[in-house]
């Protein structure tokens, strides 16, 4: 990426953004805490594997702490590697030449990502930056094919994920093109709500993004994704507070999110 096409970029959106490349430096590295939970132990891909074999490859990844707004990769920093996230959130994303970004994914713990072409990830034109504070684990690529292509257990379960991938991105692209904002916007949120973590204490789960956040998942402004939120409020759907979406009644969701009415 050369440094006109940031300079462009940056005009464009009206200054620097939290996702701008041109304010992003290679950021030092540092330890993550010190728990028991490892990098592997709540990741489906090495479901298969034992205590043992989960601790010599732990051992290869220790987690790296990337803190709010940081970068992982991006396309003028790419990174060939296979991520595991720990804790906290990341967000992959593609910029356009006119500044506007697009959201692919927010990944929540467990995730695995990255730029790694032995099995079939490629992340060369997207960015990955944190949205709060991550754990991350890393793996290089002489560490990705002697220990994970070269076993059969995993090597299975990388394919099933690829092809989940697929299917994800495939609906992404139709509801994109053949849906309405109202009826993309209630199924964002229903995949937002399966994915976020249970409430403590009884409490019901919380889709924890904002607004700003939302449209880039949905491909729309901020603007009407705020008042297509605000329909569903309105309506006793969801509930909104500060950075936080909870939703109220699960069938009316489900409902618009079926609807082809504009």
Not at 102 to 109: D, F, K, Q, V
Request: aromatic share 6%; hydrophobic share 45%; proline share 5%.
């Amino acid at each position: 990426m050369s440094d006109n096409w940031e300079k462009g970029l940056e005009a464009a959106v009206g200054g620097l953004q939290p996702w701008s490349p041109a304010q992003r430096e290679p950021y030092p590295l540092t330890s993550g805490p010190e728990d028991p939970f490892t990098c592997l132990n709540e990741v489906d891909l090495f479901a298969d594997l034992s205590a043992e074999e989960m601790h010599a490859m732990d051992m290869m990844a220790p987690a790296r702490m990337f803190r709010r707004g940081e970068l992982v990769f991006s396309q003028s920093q790419p990174v060939t590697a296979l991520f595991i996230l720990k804790s906290g959130r990341i967000r992959v994303f593609r910029v356009a030449e006119d500044g506007k970004a697009l959201t692919m994914a927010i990944l929540e713990p467990g995730a695995v990502f990255g730029e790694m072409m032995l099995v079939g990830q490629r992340m060369y034109d997207n960015y990955a930056e944190a949205i709060e504070d991550s754990a991350i684990c890393q793996l290089g690529v002489e560490d990705v094919e002697t220990y994970l292509i070269s076993d059969p257990r995993i090597a299975i379960r990388i394919s099933r994920l690829l092809g989940e991938q697929v299917g994800r991105l495939e609906e992404r692209l139709t509801d994109l093109a053949l849906r309405p904002l109202s009826a993309r916007t209630a199924s964002i949120l229903i995949s937002l709500d399966a994915a976020a973590p249970s409430g403590r204490f009884g409490q019901s789960r919380a889709i924890r993004l904002t607004h700003e956040q939302i449209a880039g998942l949905l491909g729309a402004t901020r603007e009407a994704t705020s008042k297509a939120l605000a329909d569903f409020a309105a309506k006793g759907i969801i509930r909104q507070g500060r950075g936080r979406i909870t939703i109220q009644n699960p069938a009316a969701l489900r409902a618009a999110a079926g609807s082809t009415v504009v």
